[in-house]
């Protein structure tokens, strides 16, 4: 099944904890996984910053539920039942973020947190709402990748608008921001269709040939694209790896060639991609740095 968002995840989160001892999150995370039958798949998928989606939801519940009141933390990693949490578990109905504004008013406070000019983010000061269920990483995890998806679509525009030559430059640079040895631009002719050469290592023992087309992004780039640029990896001299870079697409066909003959393909889509995470023709603009607590420094030294 798919997780549950957060706010699903109250009652089976109390439901765990009715039992009045103290348990740890980990203990939590595990009982409510079984309890809800939750696959190895399911518990892997992740943010695309690499963070647990599962860990983050029932994280995320366990604090709207302490913000409400509904739990307590007697001790550090633990967490256990109050008396207005056995109350709300026992009526049955669904728990939702209104029916914990009802229990705790400070709940309100919390779930309407002002920005930084005072404006509530929510439109009515005393209204909580229950449609919306995302956590804020998730929130912020989803804004992140629009914002990314528009820049992507934006550098492949400002990249077909270059010349061939801009363009094979632009590869060789990622290449070099992407911590691979020097690399240099072939000349125009009498290249045999080897665009550039990056060395893979520092002093230059292996080379890495590199095919780059600045095609449009309609056009599907087929097997006998790969086949030229693999004869043209026999040299001399003779190098076993190659990277086929385009802002166009691969046929299946042209797929399954490239494996079967080490060469590496990079579409639009990765290009861009490559590009945003290793700051080739972007700038940042603004950064937000998301922090966690740090255990360790609030850990017993004794």
Known sequence: ?????????????????????????????????????????????TLSNGSSVYTGRVGWAKTYLKKAELIDSPQ?????????????????????????????????????????????????????HDDTPETPQETFDRVYSLINDQLAD????????????????????????????????TKYSGDDGIDGIIHEDKLGFNLIYIQAKRWKTDITIGKPELQKFAGAMMGPPKVEKGLFITTAKFSPKAKEY???????????????????EYGVGVSTQKAYLIKRIDSDYFSDND
Do not use: W
Request: overall charge negative; hydrophobic content about 45%.
């Open 154 to 185: 934006d550098l492949l525009t400002a990249v077909l608008e270059q010349s061939p030559a801009f363009f094979e430059q632009l590869v060789v640079d990622l290449m070099k921001a992407m911590d691979y040895g020097d690399g240099f631009v």
């Open 1 to 45: 099944m798919a997780i549950p968002k957060y706010n699903e995840l109250y009652r089976p989160l109390l439901t765990v904890l009715q039992d009045g001892a103290p348990h740890s999150m980990k203990d939590v995370r595990s009982s409510i996984a079984q309890m809800l039958h939750l696959t190895e798949q399911d518990l892997s998928e």
């Open 76 to 128: 550090r990693g633990y967490i256990n039942i109050t008396p207005s949490g056995r109350k709300v578990l026992a009526s049955k109905e669904p728990i939702t973020n209104l029916i914990l504004a009802q229990q705790c008013p400070t709940f309100v406070e919390f779930y309407q947190r002002k920005n930084i000019d005072g404006v509530s983010v929510v439109p009515a000061p005393t209204v909580v």
């Open 258 to 276: 490239a494996t079967a003959q080490h060469i590496i393909l990079v579409d639009g889509k990765k290009l861009t991609e490559l590009m945003i």
